[in-house]
């Protein structure tokens, strides 16, 4: 079992849709990341939560301690949100724990 | 524009051989990560450092792997002998903790390593 589980693996949006990915964990976390890789492999940290809330223009990611889980959302999707979105989370212990990521495509 | 960098960008060569990947964390960060990213395993935290330090290195193959970090504006990770199995993505990030403060830092990634051993 992976102390990560993203869903969905894949997902497809017209651009201007609402979109949102999903993270849970299974490990008592210290921060949680949302990561995100273009498709020519750059990688770009979006978030980087351990309670609450928090928004970077159209970027929302939200997390529940109580529930071990955080959601990314996007609002008003654009073909260059298209990337991989990779949720990590980092223990108690201080090790990283990674999600396999969810594909994000945005067709115009 | 303050930003990490990685050298080689593109790195092929033979089974056996030594491999050294090279990282300049941005100046200024006290924290560097190592991350290997396949297709198979995805993303994976090899080791990373707190001042120079080693905090963690446990998702790193100890009989062929090391990573040290000589001075603050270098991180190098070596590999030998390299194997096939070792193809992969080599990223380095490194963020700043500052002191008396927990460890939830911002990640700065570099633009990777992407190693071929044949």
């Known amino acids: 079992k992976n102390e990560v589980e993203q869903s969905p693996q894949n997902l497809t949006a017209q651009e201007g849709e609402f979109i949102t990915i999903n993270c849970s964990y299974s490990v008592g976390i210290s921060a949680l990341h949302w990561l995100q890789q273009h498709p020519g492999g750059g990688i770009v940290s979006l978030f980087m939560l351990s309670s609450g809330k928090k928004k970077h223009g159209r970027l929302i990611a939200t997390i529940n301690i109580q529930e071990k889980h955080s959601s990314l959302h996007i609002t008003a999707s654009h073909p260059r949100d298209s990337a991989v979105y990779i949720c990590?989370?980092?223990?108690?212990?201080?090790?990283?724990?990674f999600g396999t990521g969810t594909s994000l495509t945005v067709i115009p | 524009d303050a930003r990490v960098t990685q050298t080689p960008r593109h790195k092929v060569t033979e089974m056996g051989q030594e491999v050294t990947m090279r990282c300049q964390p941005i100046?200024?960060?006290?924290?560097v990560f190592w991350y290997r990213q396949t297709m198979m395993q995805g993303l994976e935290l090899l080791a990373y450092f707190r001042n120079r330090a080693p905090l963690d290195d446990s998702g790193m193959p100890k009989d062929r792997f090391s990573a040290e970090m000589p001075d603050a504006t270098l991180a190098t990770l070596k590999i030998q002998p390299s194997e096939p199995r070792d193809s992969a993505v080599y990223f380095c990030?490194?963020?700043?903790?500052?002191?008396?403060?927990?460890?939830?830092?911002?990640?700065?990634f570099g633009p990777g390593t992407r190693l071929l051993v044949l």
């Open positions: 100046l200024g960060h006290n924290t």
């Open positions: 990030a490194s963020g700043l903790v500052k002191d008396g403060t927990t460890s939830q830092e911002t990640q700065y």
């Open positions: 990590a989370v980092r223990n108690t212990g201080n090790q990283f724990y």
